[in-house]
């Protein structure tokens, strides 16, 4: 299966810890998109990037949360300073850009963070 | 700039339609519909992209009014398998989910 993954797909950590979680998108897809979900909600935009450029980033993210995809293939999300409130799932997805704004995107399993 | 959805939960019996609508503040270049199952992640049904446009596969449909900037997903003779939460997303950039509607079939 060439799906999305991401790994880990749970994480305990207490607060304070930083936490690094990693994202494979579809190999052809040049968009990759970060969102948190908490229970009962929609998924929440944080950022995205086209190829290696982090096009656009949720005024929502602080400054605890930075994003990588250095080679335009997986891409990192990293917490700083763990609180209790970044406890949600962290879903990633990609999707091949044309030459249109809006195309699918195709969501991984998740990561879902507990903060202690 | 999230778009809201109505209603926020819908029980049905297996065989009966539903409507789910989402609507926006803001101006629509499209709309896409995606289906949450429990400990799942979402997983696309359809984008529309015209105003007035209309798409659908199987039992499930959509319309998308740009000038409203509303849109409706429509589920028609439900099956079991249609239970979960739906979601409208917009896209201007940034892209927004709404709140979700929790759809549940019934026997």
């Known amino acids: 299966d060439t799906g999305v993954s991401q790994d880990p797909r749970h994480k305990i950590t207490k607060r304070g810890q930083n936490v690094t979680f990693r994202c494979d998108p579809i190999?052809?897809?040049?968009?990759l998109y970060w969102y948190r979900q908490t229970l009962g909600q929609g998924p929440e935009f944080l950022t995205y990037?086209?190829?290696?450029?982090?096009?656009?980033k949720s005024r929502l993210l602080s400054d605890r949360f930075s994003a990588e995809r250095p080679k335009g293939s997986f891409s990192t999300l990293e917490i700083q300073r763990t609180e209790q409130g970044d406890s949600a799932m962290y879903l990633c997805?990609?999707?091949?850009?044309?030459?249109?704004?809006?195309?699918?995107?195709?969501f991984g399993p998740g990561t879902r963070l507990t903060v202690l | 700039q999230q778009p809201v959805q109505s209603p926020q939960a819908v029980i049905l019996r297996e065989g009966e339609d539903a409507v789910i609508n989402c609507s926006s503040s803001k101006a629509l270049y499209s709309v896409h519909w995606y289906r949450q199952k429990h400990g799942e992640a979402p997983v696309f049904l359809m984008i529309?992209?015209?105003?007035?446009e209309q798409k659908g596969h199987d039992k499930i449909s959509a319309s998308f009014n740009e000038k409203k900037q509303q849109s409706s997903l429509y589920l028609t003779a439900s099956q079991l398998s249609y239970s979960g939460t739906y979601f409208c997303?917009?896209?201007?950039?940034?892209?927004?989910f709404g709140s979700g509607t929790k759809l549940n079939v019934k026997p």
């Open positions: 190999s052809e897809h040049n968009r």
């Open positions: 997805a990609s999707s091949l850009a044309g030459t249109s704004v809006t195309d699918t995107q195709y």
């Open positions: 990037f086209q190829n290696e450029a982090q096009l656009e």
């Open positions: 997303g917009t896209d201007r950039n940034k892209f927004y």
């Open positions: 529309l992209l015209k105003g007035g």
